[in-house]
C-alpha cells in the first residue's frame, strides 16, 4: 500500500504490539495518511456504506439465526415468531430484510459510479472483477435468505430460479434433483440454503478483503479519470475521505431507517406472508426487486435454454468490461457520446426493472425485448465502436488543475 | 537442480544424482496420493446433496382410485413431491387432442402416446410447466388444458405444450391401470 508508514505508537503497548503484529501500521497507512484524490465526489461514499450494510447484514443475520428454524414445518411459524414474541425481533427482521435492498441499492450507484468514471479501466481490471464477484455473491446470498422465510414467494422463487438449471442439455434434470435434494424443492433445500445462506456473507467479506487490497495497489481513480501526478492532486485519507464517507452514511442510514420504521413491507411481496404451499403457484410471481432487470431478460425471450443464457450472459458481461469499452479516457465527463448512452443505458436498466415486475404479455413483453437488446448492444456494440468513433474533450493537465483552475 | 549450499554440506553419504530421483519420485508420489484423496474425498461432499434413502423410500408407488372423478373434471394428487393432474377428458377435450396436427405441435406428440390405450378419457401429467417449474391452472388458457401464471405457457388437453416459452409437453409419470377405475403411479 503506498503512502509510506509514518506510524509512530505514542503507548508502550501498542509500540510492544506493533513490533510484533504491524496491524496499527497497517491501519494507519490503509485509512489515516492513504492518498485519496482530493477531487473525490459523494458517489465515492458508496464503499465505505456497502462495507457498513455487510457488516450490519451479519450482525443482524447471526441474531436472527438464535432464533429461526430451517424446517419446512417451522421455518414460516420462526419468522412469525421473530416478528411477534422475540424481543425486538421485529425490529432485527425488519433492518435484514430491509438492509438487504439498502445494500443492493448501494451496490447498484456503486456500480454505475463505476461505469461513469470507467473506474474499471486498465489498470483497475482486477479490481472490477472482484466486485463482478461480489455481486455475485450477493445475488446468492439474498436470493438464498428469502427462501429461509418459506412464504409462498419463497417457494416459487426457489423453484422457478433452480429449474433455470434444468435448461442445460441432457444434465439439467440431474443437476436440478442434487440442488434440491430430492425431488422437488422440500427441507432438504431449504436447509442446505439456510447453511449456505450463512457462509456466504463471509465469503464476502473475505473477497472484500482482496477488493479493497486490489484497490490500495492501484488507487482510487477520481471524477476527471486521470491519476494523481503529484502531492497537490491528493488529500490524505483522514480526516477528509472519512469525514465525507462518515456524513453520507449517515445520511443513508436515515433513508434505511425511514424504510425500517416506516415502510418496512414496501419493497417485499404480500404473498411471502403465506406459508409455502407446493401445490399453488401464486398468479403473479416475482422476485425482489433487485432481480427484476434480470428476471425481465429472461422472460423476454421466448425459447427456455436461450432465455437462460441470456439472464447469465447479462450478468457474467460485466466481467469483460474493461476489454469492451475500448476507449483510451476514463472519465464520460470527457465523453460527450458515452455520456449519452450511459444516460439510455441507465434508463434501460430501470425499464428493465419495471418491466420485470409486470405480467409477461403485450407491450411489456415487446418493450422488454427492445430493452434487451439495447442492454447487450450497450456492451457489444456500442462501447467497442465509441472508442474509435469518438471524438473526446481535452484532458486537463492534472486533477488540482481541473479543481482549482489553470493557475494551480 | 542446483541445491541451497547448506544441503551440500551435510551432503556426505549420497550421491546428489541419485537423492535428485529420490526426491523427485516423492514429489510425485505425494502428488498421485494428494490428487487421488482430493478426488476421492470429493465423492462424498457432493454425492450427500442427492436424494437421501428417506427421500426415496417415501417415492414408492401409489395408488388412485378414478372413480370418483368426474367427467370433465381435473384433480391434483402428490407423488414424490411432485403434483399429478390426472384429468377425467370429456368427448369434447378428446377430439380436440386427437384432431390436431400433430407436426406443427412445438413438441410434436400424438395423442394416442399421451394416454394409455383404451382409456382415451384418463389423461395423467406431471402438473410441473416445462419451463420453469410452476404448476399450471387446469381450464384456463385458449386451448382448454392449462394455463401457467408463471411465464404464460398453454397447454391442450392433452397437456401438449401449444404457446409460451415452455420447451415440452407436460411429462407422463410412470403409471398403469390396475383395474379399469385404479391406476398405480409410480
Ligand atoms: C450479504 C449479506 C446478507 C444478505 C444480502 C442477506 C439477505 C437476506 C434476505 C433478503 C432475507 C429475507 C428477509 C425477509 O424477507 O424476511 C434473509 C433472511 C435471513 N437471513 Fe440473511 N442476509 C445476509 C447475511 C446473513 C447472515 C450473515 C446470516 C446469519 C449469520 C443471515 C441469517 C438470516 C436468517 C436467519 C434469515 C431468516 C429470517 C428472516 O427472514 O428475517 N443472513 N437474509
Ligand atoms: S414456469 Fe410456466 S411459463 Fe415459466
Not at chain 1, 36 to 56: D, H, K, Q, S
Not at chain 1, 72 to 90: P, T
Request: with cysteine; aromatic share 14%; hydrophobic share 45%.
Amino acid at each position: 500500500m503506498s503512502g509510506h508508514s509514518t506510524y509512530q505508537p505514542q503507548s508502550k503497548v501498542l509500540q510492544w504490539l506493533e513490533k510484533r503484529l504491524p496491524i496499527g501500521g497497517l491501519v494507519h497507512s490503509s485509512f489515516v495518511v492513504y492518498p485519496v484524490p482530493r477531487n473525490l465526489n459523494y458517489l465515492w461514499t458508496f464503499g465505505g456504506i456497502l462495507a457498513f450494510m455487510l457488516g450490519v447484514q451479519i450482525v443482524t443475520g447471526i441474531v436472527l439465526a438464535m432464533h429461526y428454524t430451517p424446517h419446512v414445518d417451522l421455518a414460516f411459524r420462526s419468522v412469525e415468531g421473530i416478528m411477534r414474541d422475540v424481543n425486538y425481533g421485529w425490529l432485527l427482521r425488519y433492518l435484514h430484510a430491509n438492509g438487504a435492498s439498502m445494500f443492493f441499492l448501494a451496490v447498484y450507484v456503486h456500480m454505475f459510479r463505476g461505469i461513469y468514471y470507467g473506474s474499471y479501466k486498465e489498470p483497475r481490471e482486477v479490481l472490477w472483477i472482484l466486485g463482478v464477484i461480489i455481486y455475485l455473491l450477493m445475488m446468492a446470498t439474498g436470493f438464498m435468505g428469502y427462501v429461509l422465510v418459506w412464504g409462498q414467494m419463497s417457494f416459487w422463487a426457489a423453484t422457478v430460479i433452480t429449474n433455470l438449471f434444468s435448461a442445460i442439455p441432457g444434465v439439467g434434470d440431474t443437476i436440478v434433483t442434487w440442488l434440491w435434494g430430492g425431488y422437488a424443492v422440500g427441507n432438504p433445500t431449504l436447509n442446505r440454503f439456510y447453511s449456505l445462506h450463512y457462509l456466504l456473507p463471509f465469503v464476502i467479506a473475505g473477497v472484500v478483503v482482496l477488493h479493497i487490497w486490489a484497490l490500495h495497489v492501484v488507487g482510487q481513480n477520481n471524477p476527471t479519470g486521470i491519476e494523481p501526478k503529484s502531492e497537490k492532486d491528493t488529500v490524505a485519507f483522514t480526516p477528509y475521505a472519512t469525514a465525507k464517507d462518515g456524513f453520507f452514511l449517515a445520511a443513508f442510514v436515515i433513508l434505511y431507517a425511514w424504510f425500517v420504521f416506516y415502510i418496512p413491507n414496501f419493497l417485499g411481496h404480500a404473498d411471502n406472508y403465506i406459508p409455502a404451499n407446493p401445490a399453488v403457484t401464486p398468479t403473479h410471481i416475482v422476485p425482489e426487486w433487485y432481480y427484476l432487470p434480470f428476471y425481465a431478460i429472461l422472460r423476454a425471450i421466448p425459447d427456455k435454454l436461450i432465455g437462460v443464457i441470456a439472464l447469465g450472459a447479462s450478468i457474467v458481461i460485466l466481467a469483460f468490461l474493461p476489454w469492451l469499452d475500448t476507449s483510451r479516457v476514463r472519465s464520460a465527463r470527457y465523453r460527450p457520446l458515452f455520456r449519452q448512452f450511459f444516460w439510455l443505458f441507465v434508463i434501460v436498466c430501470v425499464g428493465l426493472g419495471w418491466l420485470g415486475s409486470k405480467p409477461p404479455e403485450g407491450i411489456y413483453v415487446i418493450l422488454a425485448r427492445v430493452f434487451t437488446i439495447y442492454y447487450f448492444a450497450f456492451f457489444l456494440v456500442i462501447l467497442p465502436l465509441l472508442g474509435i468513433f469518438e471524438k473526446t474533450k481535452p484532458l486537463p493537465n492534472s486533477i488540482s488543475e481541473s479543481v482549482l483552475g489553470a493557475k494551480a | 537442480m542446483n541445491k541451497p549450499p547448506e544441503e551440500r554440506a551435510s551432503d556426505v553419504t549420497t550421491v546428489s544424482s541419485a537423492e535428485h530421483t529420490r526426491r523427485d519420485f516423492l514429489y510425485i508420489a505425494t502428488g498421485a496420493v494428494g490428487a487421488v484423496g482430493a478426488a476421492a474425498a470429493l465423492v462424498p461432499l457432493i454425492a450427500q446433496m442427492n436424494p437421501d434413502a428417506s427421500t426415496i423410500a417415501a417415492g414408492a408407488p401409489i395408488d388412485v382410485d378414478l372413480a370418483p372423478i368426474a367427467d370433465g373434471q381435473i384433480i391434483k394428487v402428490f407423488w414424490r413431491s411432485k403434483p399429478i393432474f390426472i384429468s377425467h377428458r370429456t368427448k369434447k377435450d378428446i377430439e380436440e387432442a386427437q384432431t390436431v396436427n400433430v407436426a406443427a405441435l412445438p413438441d410434436p406428440e400424438p395423442d394416442s402416446a399421451r394416454v394409455k390405450p383404451g382409456h382415451d378419457q384418463w389423461l395423467v401429467v406431471i402438473g410441473i410447466c416445462t419451463h420453469l417449474g410452476c404448476i399450471p391452472l387446469p381450464h384456463q388458457g385458449e386451448y382448454d388444458g392449462w394455463f401457467c401464471p408463471c411465464h404464460g405457457s398453454q397447454y391442450d388437453t392433452s397437456g401438449r405444450i401449444r404457446r409460451g416459452p415452455a420447451p415440452k409437453n407436460l411429462a407422463l409419470p410412470p403409471y398403469k391401470f390396475v383395474s379399469d377405475t385404479k391406476i398405480q403411479i409410480g
